[in-house]
């Protein structure tokens, strides 16, 4: 199985601040891997899928980039409603796995 | 506008069974694979099976294989998840999961039910 893994595992910035989370694969997933937000209590929210493609309707503060095993996951200008957990997930080869998540924090 | 309601979740004794259902709409329901992904208390994501537009192609997770079973009926438009043998450790939120780009099985999911809870405890 590809292990993915993310740091930081949580962080804490201030409203407008450019927060910045990193994923790895254990082996060359290309750009198959997405980041999902959730938020406590709701189901995942895909925001980026090709490792650098935004979601229809997913604000523009939000970007990814990567290819192979290091991704990036960028929120330009953190604003209120980004608190929750995000995962990146990769989807090269089965079974699909995501990272332990990052929380973020205001 | 796309909705998938799941349903069917509950508290089972190990060893136990369960089904779990996913009323999808507002998309051509046969055009698209789905998936189950499931969530532990306070843990990350797991996913634990898909299956192909037409039925004819599924993939389990190896910790549920030979005890799930996933399937779909064009008719009702619904998506289940046959759950035997059911552990602990299976204790989780069941999310099914639409696959974003039609007649593909990239594991790009784009709509999420709003999840069923499943105990599993004695």
């Known amino acids: 199985d590809v292990l993915m893994t993310q740091s930081p595992s949580s962080l804490s910035s201030s409203v407008g601040d450019r927060v910045t989370i990193t994923c790895q694969a254990s082996?060359?997933?290309?750009?198959?891997l997405n980041w999902y937000q959730q938020k406590p209590g709701k189901a995942p929210n895909l925001l980026i899928y090709d490792a650098s493609n935004l979601e229809t309707g997913v604000p523009s503060r939000f970007s990814g980039s990567g290819s192979g095993t290091d991704f990036t996951f960028t929120i330009s200008s953190l604003q209120p409603e980004d608190i929750a957990t995000y995962y990146c997930q990769q989807y090269d080869n089965l079974p699909f796995t995501f990272g332990p998540g990052t929380k973020v924090d205001i | 506008e796309v909705q998938l309601v799941e349903s069917g979740g509950g508290l089972v004794q190990p060893g136990g069974s369960l089904r779990l259902s996913c009323a999808a709409s507002g998309f051509i329901f046969s055009r698209y694979a789905m998936s189950w992904v499931r969530q532990a208390p306070g843990k990350g994501l797991e996913w634990v099976s898909d299956i192909s537009g037409s039925g004819g192609t599924t993939n389990y997770a190896d910790s549920v294989r030979g005890r799930f079973t996933i399937s779909r009926d064009k008719s009702k438009d619904t998506l289940s998840l046959q759950m035997n043998g059911l552990r602990v450790e299976d204790t989780a939120t069941y999310y099914c999961?639409?696959?974003?780009?039609?007649?593909?099985?990239?594991?790009?999911?784009?709509?999420w039910g709003q999840g069923a809870l499943v105990t599993v405890s004695s």
């Open positions: 999961a639409k696959k974003r780009t039609q007649g593909s099985v990239a594991g790009i999911f784009d709509y």
């Open positions: 082996q060359d997933i290309s750009n198959y």
